[in-house]
């Protein structure tokens, strides 16, 4: 089939089978409270694990068919393929948890290509132990961040490892999405004169995440912006076709991405402190934790360089969708000297911006 | 694009970017000699590690353009898409090890559905402290595998987690194939008077692990049977086109593969027991290890139902492929109760096969 019909598409979900290897018909749970060995066995503990929480999250027809592999149909276009592994700790935490993280993290990654995402699929690496009901939490997150974003995981696995062979859980989710016809984004295509525009204040995930992990109460709110941007780019690419790089800046924080253009592009990208949205908790929070929120990873922003002529048309876009309500431009390509990131400090100086050396935030994704 | 050209497709794969949030330019590798956090913090350990390591060994153009995510043309047919987490200890073993099962795993469970494999995706997540040299190791066995099997790994990740929260590499990998039009396999197509065929012996990687895993030396060679399956499955699908049920005897064993095809086909399988082929280092280590190889994951196996009037171009086709020199019909599919495995043993006794309840080897893919 080759055709860009939504029926045809429709019909194609319908014929997706599940990648499992474990069972093929529903089972009466045991009584465990925690997932045991037998579990990732791939016999009848595996099936009840399987049925009792993740197909009854899971809805979809194409999960519950239980093939080794899912079969869909594509409309004939550029397919876009991607895979992360999410090891956040801790699991759950203020404005999100993994289960969310992985979801919106892998639609994100197909969005940044221009993506319109179609299908997810996600191995679980379950660590004896973990409570069953974490595991239904995450999953039932993660199912409904995929209801959000109208976006179906089609393919799963799970394994399971011994007892201090993990962290709980472990996910890792991949994604197909096709990419429309004269969509062309890379993270080499930046020309001096561009501008650089980040969809909204930076620095909430990986703050909301520590705030946990340290045991710290912040004043003011402090949640993770884990979200699906698809249709925040979708909008963005409507408006300014023209979009020269979109990436997202997750782990290595606004500082790391704005570095991988630069040096993907071969140019030169001057930012200006003053115009980089932080919201005040976070700000706060980086000052008691002796972080720089250039470096602190966000979960639900992304960064677009654009030809400064669609700049207004740009971030009009994305301030009418409420996930980029604060974008801002916040600096511009020049020709100074490839791969280079500067910053204009609010004091008036100028200072490099380097990539990270080391780890500042680990397992924050 | 709708194509079906080759060359087509070669100028998508042309075309295709890697996931990766981290790096945009080779970096000098620093002189670390074990895993550290930092590499994985998305910064300049990230880039070192990515570089010195995954670009070395696999030198795709797609791994090296590193976009957030691959984009690739499909040839406008049906799209499998399949995803399993390798978490096999010990990391090395006889006859393979976690990157080459990881590659050879994802293959199959593509080719199971009659796919034809185009693209991998492949996500790490290491233990601080695994020693890069394991690491290359294993991605040079993994890049090798897709080299025989003629199939690119065009996206990936890296995630580290601190000691004690994993066991050295876990590996998800994922997978995209077009199913050829015509092909309909499911496992839910047996239907009475259909036989059963396996490829070749059971047990080998399950033994072969175990082998290690206990210290055991056992007379005879013991090695794992992992191998892509996809030309097996190719020649076996063009010999006997109307192949009703294709699945891979992994974790859980035959047993347990032919457990879920009765189910799904809501039919009875009657094994025979004697035919059953497998090699005698294996059933002597069964038989030390108290294991019972209709329950022992294979990596390289296939079985196959077919109608009984293509069960001889089946059986030849699968011979003339050395990974399928020792296929044989094991059984047969028959209308007794829906969803029974019953194995006739050599000694004429019958008795019923059932899912494995709960663990027999874990961490054994």
């Known amino acids: ?7 045809a598409l429709s019909q ?7 990648d499992s290897d474990s069972l093929s018909c529903p089972v009466p749970r045991s009584g465990h409270d925690t997932i045991q060995m037998g579990h990732g066995s791939g016999g009848r503990m595996s099936a009840e694990l399987l ?45 999100g948890d993994i289960g969310r993280l992985a979801v919106s993290g892998t639609i994100n990654d197909l969005a940044m290509m221009g993506a319109k995402p179609l299908y997810l ?51 890792t989710t991949s994604g197909v999405g096709i990419v429309p016809a004269g969509i062309e984004i890379g993270p080499d295509r930046a ?24 045991g710290i109460e912040f004043s003011g709110d402090l949640a993770s912006d884990a979200a699906p941007l698809h249709i925040l780019v979708a909008g963005l690419l409507e ?37 980089i949205p932080v919201h005040a908790p976070v700000r706060g929070a980086c000052e008691l934790l002796g972080l720089d929120p250039m470096y602190v990873a966000n979960e639900g922003k992304l960064v677009a360089i654009v030809d400064s002529s669609e700049a207004g048309a740009a971030l009009e876009a994305l301030r009418s969708n409420p996930l980029g309500r604060e974008a801002a431009v916040i600096g ?23 990539l990270l050396a080391g780890e500042q935030l680990p397992r924050i994704c």
């Open 121 to 171: 699929a996600a191995a679980f690496i379950l660590e004896e132990g973990l409570p069953i009901e974490d595991l239904r939490r995450i999953v039932a997150s993660a199912a409904a961040t995929c209801k959000e974003a109208g976006v179906p995981l089609v393919a799963g696995d799970t394994k399971v490892v011994d007892r201090g062979s993990g962290d709980g859980v472990y996910i």
């Open 239 to 275: 408006a300014a076709p023209g979009v020269r790089c979109l990436r997202d800046p997750t782990r290595g924080g606004l500082a790391s991405t704005v570095n991988e253009l630069a040096g993907a592009s071969k140019v030169c990208i001057e930012l200006d402190e003053a115009a």
């Open 1 to 7: 089939m080759s055709t860009a019909d939504p029926e």
């Open 51 to 95: 049925s009792g929480t993740f197909l009854a999250a899971f809805t979809s027809a194409e999960l519950a068919a239980l093939g080794d592999a899912a079969v869909v149909d594509t409309p004939g276009g550029r397919l876009a393929f991607t895979t992360d592994a999410y090891v956040v700790t801790p699991r759950f935490f203020p404005g």
């Open 191 to 214: 020309r001096p004169g561009d501008v650089v525009i980040v969809s909204g204040a930076i620095g909430d995930h990986g703050i909301a995440v520590m705030s946990v992990r340290e």
């Open 332 to 354: 511009r390509v020049t020709q100074g000297p490839a791969g280079m990131v500067s910053l204009r400090t609010a004091a008036g100086s100028s200072r490099i911006v380097d």
């Open 12 to 18: 194609a979900r319908s014929e997706a089978v599940v």
